[in-house]
Every structure is written in structure tokens, then in C-alpha cells.
């Protein structure tokens, strides 16, 4: 890190402190001068090098020196010719632009033709962009009156062949538009895919329109589209998902049933329920992130629409509201599938926890009995120790007497005048007595040492 300036009455900054200080200014959206055309490709990039896009940004026309350190701020915006090209890579999708002029005798009352990518950027360099496409959408926007919105509105339902479209004016609310009650320009759209591939959209926005407001204008109605598409993704995996879960709270039910009637062994339930958590949290692992991410760009959808402030046309949804009764039930769906799946893992823990009890109980009453059983050992080997003391008192105050009688008879031969078996008979209860004695006190000193 550099010293700061001698000047300067600060400490010296945090390592990160201007990446998150431009963080505010990253992606800024492009100056649009109309009349003008967009053409927005977003593609999945998932296993997409960001060499690989580096690569393809280097073979347009005149980007040969075009060097890899260039992306890394994850955005970058070119000039070819008269075009400008922006690239920015998300997590989960790279979008690739082109801002163009219009071509001339193109109006609000013009048929379009059908969608040719013109020079220098052609339809070979499209088609070979690194990745799966996700989004592709064409944005016109055109100068000319809205006061008039359903004449307006008439006018541009040439540019999706007279069908079905959605509308309203944008900026109703903005008091420095000029036209606080009808706003600063018309949005149209059908939402539907052409044979090309790509879907078509239209702005009419009111003559003397700022480049910068036709940028933020453009910027918003593409992000709307392709964070529309990206949360929809998490629609097909919670369909998948439901048999999976079907199933699971199916054998949930029956585990449950089976613990309640204490008939099924521990084991086997325990089994069952294992592999049953291991399919769960298998599921979890899999799909919860696709299904926070949905959550996410469903939220940055309806905070793009809110910042549309539409203001509706007679007849004609608006954009917010065609969004909202599409994708509020597909959001629904996926919710409902996380929290699905989120409550039954929490069921398996608790059926868990009451095995777990179950288990402890048996385990506890085992424990019983086998200690009662150790009990009542003791309690035996502490009576055949006691018999076997008395045994050995007797035992050894035999032979104790035994060695009087020999004593008595030594003393005997040599001429002492003792009778030895009288002798002995009158030591039995000395040696009784003594024996018993020494025994109590082995009995006592053992005690004191425990």
C-alpha cells in the first residue's frame, strides 16, 4: 500500500476500501442516443472460462490488443465502429450487448424486419459466444409523441405484428420529467420468442430524451427480462422435486407410525430413518441454493419494476402486473418447495431425537437390569466369602491346635510333666478367640485403606 500524502489528515486506507468505494459505480449504464437498437444476449457460465470470453471479445474488429487484465472488474464497454459493445460477467450468467444507431426510415410508424445483426458485429460472432443462452432480447428505442398513449400504443403494435403486448408509461411519478402525470416515455413488449431466437421490445420515449435517461431506461427493462428468466429456473427443479418429497413425507409417516407402535426393531427404524435424512439432506444440498437464488432475482425484479413507475394505458396490462400474475406463482411454487423441504428435514431431526430417546430408554432399563444382576452377585459372593472365613477360622485354629498337641508332646518327651492332649484341648478356644480376632482386624485395616 502506498504512503499517503503528507497533506493528507487521514490514516492510510484499508486494503479494500476503493474497491468498495467504486463498488456504487460499477456497471454503469450506457449512454443511449435515439433512435437506437440493443441487442442483449445473456448465456449461461457455468464451465465458461472468463479466457474464453477474453477470446471471443478479442475477434471483433479492431480488438486484437484487447488485453485479459481488462476483465477483471467483471465489466468492460468497447467501441467497434459506430457501435458500442458492453460485456458484464454475474455469477451465474455474462451478458453481452451492442448498442447501435437506428437504421435510417425506421420510425414509430415503420414495420420492423426481422432481426439481422448488422456490421461490424454479425450473426457468426453471436453464435459463437461461449455458453448457454439464457436471454436474447432486441430493444428499440424511438423518439416521437405519448400524449396520445393509446394512438401510441396503436402505432407500436406494428413491431410485434399487431399481437398481444403489454404496456405502460414509465417515470408517471417523475415531478422532473417535465410530464409528471404521463411520464417520459412508453414501454411495450409481448414476451414472446421469435423464430430467431431472440424477443422483441419498444420505447417510445418523448423527443429531446437524455442519452442517460434512454440508457437507465434500457438498462432496466433488459435486467427485468433476464433476472425474470434467471429466477425461473428454480420452477423446473421444485417439479422435479415433489414426487422426491411425496415420497419422503410418505415414509416419514409410516417411520413415525412404526415408532409409535413400538413393534419395528430400533435398528431397522434407524436404518430406514438414515437413509431417509441422507435422501433429504442429498436434496438440500442440491437445490437450496438454486432456490435462494431464485428468491434473489425475483426480488431484483420487482425492485425494477418498481423502479419503472408505470402508470397503466386503458385495455393493457402493464409490465409490473403481467410479471406479477406470471411469475408470482412460479416464485410461490419454489418457496413453497424450499419450506417443503426445509420442514421435513426439521421432522427427520425430531423422529430422530425420539429414536434417539427411545433407544436411550432401552438402553437405560438394560443398564438396570444388568446392575440389580451385578447386585445380587455380590451379594452371594459376599455370603460364600463369609462362609468361607468361617471355614477358614476353623481351618486354621486346627492347625493351630494341632501345633500346640505337637508342642505338648515335644515338651513331653523331654521329661516336661505335661499332658499334651490336655494341653491342646484347653488351647482351642485361646486360638478360636485369637484367630477370630486377627480376621476382624485384617477386616478393619482393609476398611480404613478403602
Same mark, same amino acid.
Given at each position: 500500500?502506498?504512503?499517503?500524502?503528507?497533506?493528507?489528515?487521514?490514516?492510510?486506507d484499508?486494503?479494500?476500501r476503493e474497491?468498495?468505494?467504486?463498488?456504487?459505480?460499477?456497471?454503469p449504464?450506457?449512454?443511449? @442516443?435515439?433512435?437506437?437498437?440493443?441487442?442483449?444476449?445473456?448465456?449461461?457460465n457455468?464451465?465458461?472460462?472468463?479466457?474464453?470470453?477474453?477470446?471471443?471479445?478479442?475477434?471483433?474488429?479492431?480488438? !486484437?490488443q /484487447?488485453?485479459?487484465?481488462e476483465?477483471?472488474?467483471? *465489466?468492460?464497454r468497447?467501441?467497434?465502429?459506430?457501435d458500442?459493445?458492453?460485456? &458484464?460477467?454475474?455469477?451465474?450468467?455474462?451478458? #453481452?450487448s451492442?448498442?447501435?444507431?437506428l437504421?435510417?426510415?425506421?420510425?414509430?410508424?415503420? %414495420?420492423?424486419?426481422?432481426?439481422?445483426?448488422?456490421?461490424?458485429?454479425?450473426?457468426h460472432?453471436?453464435r459463437? $459466444?461461449?455458453?448457454?443462452?439464457?436471454?436474447?432480447?432486441?430493444?428499440?428505442?424511438?423518439?416521437?409523441?405519448?400524449?396520445?398513449?393509446?394512438?401510441a400504443?396503436?402505432r407500436? %403494435?406494428?413491431? *410485434?405484428d399487431?399481437?398481444?403486448v403489454?404496456?405502460s408509461?414509465?417515470?408517471?411519478?417523475?415531478?422532473?420529467?417535465?410530464?409528471?402525470?404521463?411520464?417520459?416515455?412508453?414501454?411495450?413488449?409481448? *414476451?414472446? /420468442?421469435?423464430?430467431?431466437? *431472440?424477443?422483441?421490445?419498444?420505447?417510445?420515449?418523448r423527443?429531446?430524451?437524455?442519452?442517460?435517461?434512454a440508457?437507465?431506461?434500457?438498462?432496466?427493462?433488459?435486467?427485468?427480462? $433476464?433476472?425474470?428468466?434467471?429466477?425461473?429456473?428454480?420452477?423446473p427443479?421444485?417439479k422435479?422435486?415433489?414426487?422426491?418429497?411425496?415420497d419422503?413425507?410418505?415414509?416419514?409417516?409410516?417411520?413415525?407410525?412404526?415408532?409409535?407402535?413400538?413393534?419395528?426393531?430400533?435398528k431397522?427404524? /434407524?436404518?430406514?430413518?438414515?437413509?431417509l435424512?441422507?435422501?433429504? &439432506?442429498?436434496?438440500?444440498?442440491?437445490?437450496?441454493? %438454486?432456490?435462494?437464488a431464485?428468491?434473489?432475482?425475483?426480488?431484483?425484479?420487482?425492485?425494477?419494476?418498481?423502479?419503472?413507475? &408505470?402508470?397503466?394505458i386503458?385495455?393493457?396490462?402493464t $409490465?409490473?402486473?403481467?410479471?406479477?400474475?406470471?411469475l408470482?406463482?412460479?416464485?410461490?411454487?419454489?418457496?413453497a418447495?424450499a419450506?417443503?423441504?426445509?420442514?421435513?428435514?426439521?421432522?427427520?431431526? @425430531?423422529?430422530?431425537?425420539?429414536?434417539?430417546?427411545?433407544?436411550?430408554?432401552?438402553? &437405560?432399563?438394560?443398564?438396570?437390569?444388568?446392575?440389580?444382576r451385578?447386585? %445380587?452377585?455380590?451379594?452371594?459372593?459376599?455370603?460364600?466369602?463369609?462362609?468361607?472365613?468361617?471355614?477358614?477360622?476353623?481351618?486354621?485354629?486346627?492347625?493351630?491346635?494341632?501345633l500346640?498337641? #505337637?508342642?505338648?508332646?515335644?515338651?513331653?518327651?523331654?521329661?516336661?510333666?505335661?499332658?499334651?492332649?490336655?494341653?491342646?484341648g484347653?488351647?482351642?478356644?485361646?486360638?478360636l478367640w485369637?484367630v477370630?480376632?486377627?480376621?476382624?482386624? $485384617?477386616?478393619? !485395616? /482393609?476398611?480404613?485403606?478403602?
Open positions: 500500500m502506498s504512503e499517503p500524502p503528507t497533506d493528507r489528515a487521514l490514516p492510510a484499508d486494503a479494500q474497491a468498495l468505494h467504486n463498488e456504487v459505480h460499477a456497471r449504464p450506457a449512454r443511449i @442516443r435515439l433512435p437506437a437498437r440493443v441487442v442483449c444476449v445473456a448465456v449461461l457455468d464451465g465458461v472460462t472468463r479466457e474464453a470470453e477474453w477470446e471471443q471479445l478479442a475477434r471483433l474488429p479492431g480488438q !486484437r /484487447l488485453g485479459l487484465a476483465l477483471q472488474p467483471n *465489466f468492460l468497447l467501441r467497434v465502429g459506430s458500442t459493445v458492453k460485456w &458484464e460477467r454475474h455469477g451465474e450468467f455474462t451478458r #453481452y451492442i448498442v447501435q444507431p437504421p435510417a426510415g425506421l420510425g414509430p410508424d415503420a %414495420r420492423p424486419p426481422g432481426l439481422s445483426p448488422a456490421q461490424p458485429v454479425d450473426a460472432w453471436w459463437a $459466444i461461449p455458453g448457454r443462452t439464457v436471454a436474447a432480447i432486441e430493444l428499440v428505442l424511438l423518439e416521437g409523441p405519448i400524449d396520445d398513449a393509446a394512438a400504443l396503436a407500436a %403494435r406494428q413491431w *410485434f399487431d399481437g398481444q403489454v404496456a408509461r414509465m417515470g408517471a411519478s417523475d415531478a422532473g420529467g417535465g410530464h409528471p402525470a404521463d411520464g417520459h416515455s412508453l414501454a411495450v413488449a409481448d *414476451f414472446q /420468442l421469435r423464430a430467431d431466437g *431472440f424477443e422483441r421490445m419498444l420505447v417510445v420515449a423527443p429531446g430524451t437524455t442519452a442517460s435517461r440508457g437507465r431506461i434500457s438498462q432496466r427493462l433488459l435486467e427485468i427480462e $433476464i433476472y425474470r428468466l434467471m429466477a425461473l429456473r428454480g420452477l427443479v421444485a422435479a422435486l415433489a414426487p422426491t418429497l411425496a419422503a413425507e410418505r415414509a416419514l409417516a409410516g417411520i413415525t407410525e412404526r415408532l409409535e407402535g413400538a413393534q419395528a426393531s430400533d431397522e427404524l /434407524l436404518d430406514t430413518l438414515i437413509a435424512a441422507a435422501t433429504v &439432506e442429498r436434496a438440500t444440498a442440491a437445490h437450496m441454493v %438454486r432456490f435462494a431464485t428468491q434473489a432475482y425475483d426480488a431484483l425484479v420487482r425492485q425494477r419494476i418498481a423502479e419503472l413507475r &408505470e402508470k397503466a386503458p385495455g393493457t396490462q $409490465i409490473g402486473e403481467f410479471m406479477q400474475r406470471r408470482s406463482p412460479a416464485i410461490a411454487t419454489v418457496a418447495t419450506q417443503r423441504l426445509a420442514a421435513l428435514s426439521q421432522r427427520i431431526e @425430531r423422529a430422530g431425537a425420539l429414536l434417539r430417546t427411545r433407544v436411550d430408554i432401552a438402553t &437405560e432399563a438394560q443398564n438396570q437390569q444388568l446392575l440389580a451385578l447386585t %445380587r452377585g455380590q451379594q452371594m459372593q459376599l455370603r460364600l466369602q463369609r462362609t468361607v472365613e468361617g471355614l477358614s477360622i476353623a481351618a486354621i485354629s486346627y492347625y493351630v491346635v494341632s500346640v498337641l #505337637y508342642g505338648g508332646k515335644a515338651a513331653k518327651a523331654a521329661g516336661w510333666p505335661i499332658d499334651p492332649e490336655i494341653a491342646a484347653a488351647a482351642i478356644p485361646v486360638v485369637g477370630w480376632m486377627a480376621t476382624r482386624r $485384617i477386616h478393619a !485395616r /482393609l476398611m480404613h485403606e478403602d
